[in-house]
């Protein structure tokens, strides 16, 4: 491939000179040539890309070194002058202060002219080379997500791209030990503590260190608060020697907070699951205590000191299942009966219970926006969440305040939701819960939704409102965002999704109606001993026949001796091995007449996943009552309920 032949331009006033020097240069360079300094500025301002400009020093009216020293800045040509040994003085001096390249006297030297011309423009090609991957660094470095600090060892800073300004909030500024961190306010990991020069990565690789990547927090007048990740590399001279530093400035601050939020939803995962297991125990206790307490009740005459006693027990089991209703709705496990509501009307409705509540020191606002969408929820939940927000307000107002419970339609975009965990974007009615109180820290706000976590005194709180209000939330397909800051206040805004439609509410059950005088056989399949053993007693006290088995296994066995006998399996539906709603398929495709009655701890949540839960299914939730068990079982028996199209159970 044929090289590209530079540009020359020649200047003289003399036609023979231009004309000698054209015959000299023509076969390496494309000669343009003037004998006139002022069209020579025309020239080379029309063509840029001349390389070289050899000039004659006495000119008329401008001589070589003025016409050279006007293209200044303007042309990146090289420049040669061609004099006479008169003028050899000024043009000496010209060299040393760097307006020429070079200098040829006449009369010239063919091959010493041409061979400076050819340094001139080879020297002229190696500068564009140069000029452009200057240029493609400063853009690289520009375009950057990263902030990109480099330093000589003596601290002079050499190179500051434009991201490294934004994340430190000001511009370059010289390496200083003792002032830097202060300077762009960047600390430690304690956030307190200025970052000291033994822990700046950038300063241990100045001193030829390679230091790992160090987390620093930079707050400043126009950096409010950012977790950047710092990297610090040695810088190398061609003989391996350090010559600096450089640093790498990542601001990480998104990527920290949806790991805390992740870690957070987790824990919340976590504690849900730990929350219903415990739940589920505690709810068959309960069954034995109440059960029991119920029964020796019975047995005692009016009058017996003793009934009060038992009243104390049942009221405090009532209170413990109470207890438990809140550990189930945080870990969604509670049943629910969702219907279409508007908000508004929901906050209209308990507005007036809840200025009795909070209390004549607090004003209460409703701002509720018109043409509000439509939700689907639990409208018995939904109050519970209100209520617990309003009463946690009315707690962090000691002195008073003001309480603003506001709705509005939104609509969150897919940008927003890529940037926060566990947000997605669409159409949601969102519900606002806010308070002008004592506000929360960081560590609070990532703690709130935990059960039993609470920051009011002993004996204020139980630490379960607001795990309540997270498992509703959860359970309702929304999303709920907490904005706080100490001394000034806190925001609960849940995001419900919004309705597109208007969906026909179907009731899950026909109305109820137990005949005392049912009776029959009952087959109780129950893994939990005690409860097994307390619902056969009060079943076989009510004038049924109780066949009872501890696993579905027996529950099979017993079935092949005794099924056509059998008119109703009672069952639990979390079993080992086997679910309840398995072994109730596996028993009414044999026996076609057996009808099902459901019990469990695990309410909803657990009991749906097992595919219990659909419309028309009978069911009776521990912990329950003596009278609540046998009702439901005379009602499953007399047919009162529909039985669901999979299955024979009712």
Not at 102 to 108: E, I, L, M, R, S
Not at 288 to 316: C, F, M, N, P, W
Request: contains cysteine; proline residues 5%.
């Amino acid at each position: 491939m044929e090289a590209v032949k530079e540009r020359v331009l020649l200047v003289d006033d003399e036609p023979q000179v231009l004309i000698a020097l054209e015959d000299l240069l023509d076969e390496d360079f494309i000669v343009l040539k003037t004998g006139s300094p002022e069209h020579a500025l025309e020239i080379v301002h029309d063509h840029p890309d001349i390389a070289v400009v050899v000039s004659d020093q006495r000119m008329p009216k401008m001589t070589g070194d003025e016409l050279l020293a006007q293209l200044g800045a303007s042309s990146d040509a090289r420049r040669i002058l061609v004099t006479a040994f008169a003028d050899l003085s000024a043009v000496i001096r010209a060299v040393n202060n760097g307006k020429i390249f070079a200098y040829v006297t006449k009369p010239w030297n063919a091959d010493d002219l041409r061979m400076k011309v050819r340094k001139a423009a080879e020297h002229f090609r190696l500068a564009q080379v140069l000029a452009q991957e200057r240029r493609l660094l400063n853009s690289i470095l520009n375009s950057l997500n990263d902030g990109i600090v480099v330093a000589d060892r003596a601290g002079k800073c050499l190179l500051f791209n434009p991201q490294a300004e934004k994340i430190l909030g000001a511009g370059a500024r010289d390496v200083d030990p003792e002032s830097w961190a202060r300077h762009y306010g960047v600390f430690g990991s304690n956030r307190k503590d200025h970052l000291s020069p033994e822990a700046n990565p950038l300063l241990r690789a100045m001193a030829g260190e390679e230091p790992p990547q160090t987390e620093v927090f930079v707050r400043n007048g126009k950096v409010s608060g950012a977790t950047i990740a710092m990297t610090g590399t040695p810088l190398s001279g061609s003989n391996n020697d350090v010559m600096g530093g450089v640093a790498v400035l990542r601001d990480v601050t998104q990527q920290r907070e949806l790991e805390i939020q992740l870690s957070q939803s987790q824990k919340m995962d976590a504690i849900g699951r730990l929350a219903g297991g415990v739940a589920h125990d505690f709810n068959n206790l309960l069954v034995v205590i109440q059960s029991y307490s119920e029964l020796i009740r019975a047995d005692l005459a009016e009058g017996d000191s003793k009934r009060d006693d038992l009243d104390e027990i049942l009221t405090a089991s009532r209170r413990a299942g109470a207890l438990t209703k809140q550990l189930l709705a945080f870990s969604r496990k509670e049943t629910v009966q969702p219907t279409t509501l508007n908000l508004n009307e929901v906050v209209s409705a308990i507005e007036k219970m809840l200025k009795r509540i909070i209390g004549e020191d607090i004003e209460l606002l409703t701002e509720l926006s018109p043409g509000l969408g439509l939700v689907r929820a639990d409208a018995g939940q939904l109050d519970q969440v209100i209520l617990n927000l309003s009463v946690n307000a009315r707690d962090a107002m000691p002195d008073g305040g003001q309480l603003t419970i506001e709705t509005q339609n939104v609509t969150i975009d897919r940008e927003y939701a890529e940037t926060h965990l566990n947000v997605v974007p669409g159409n949601f009615v969102m519900l606002a819960v806010t308070d002008a109180g004592i506000g929360m820290d960081a560590e609070t706000q990532r703690r709130i939704f935990e059960p039993f976590f609470t920051t009011k005194e002993v004996g204020k709180g139980t630490g379960l409102g607001l795990a309540t209000v997270y498992g509703i939330v959860q359970q309702s397909a929304a999303q709920i965002r907490v904005y706080s800051e100490v001394g000034r206040g806190t925001s609960f805004k849940i995001y419900f999704p919004r309705l597109d439609t208007i969906e026909t509410d179907i009731s899950q059950q026909a109305p109820t109606a137990s005949s005392p005088a049912v009776v029959g056989t009952v087959l109780v399949v129950e893994d939990d001993t005690a409860v097994r053993q307390v619902a056969a007693r009060i079943l076989r006290a009510q004038g049924f026949t109780v066949l009872e088995a501890r696993r579905p296994s027996e529950a099979r066995i017993v079935c092949a001796q005794q099924g056509a006998s059998i008119d109703l399996l009672l069952t639990d539906i979390i079993m080992p091995g086997c679910t309840g709603p398995q072994l109730a398929r596996e028993l009414t495709a044999r026996y076609p007449n057996l009808h099902v009655l459901y019990m469990s701890g695990y309410p909803g949540g657990a009991a749906k996943r097992a595919g219990a839960l659909e419309p028309g299914t009978a069911y009776v939730e521990k912990p329950f009552s003596p009278a609540t068990l046998v009702e439901k079982v005379r009602a499953a028996l007399s047919g009162a309920t529909e039985p669901p199209k999979s299955g024979r159970t009712t």
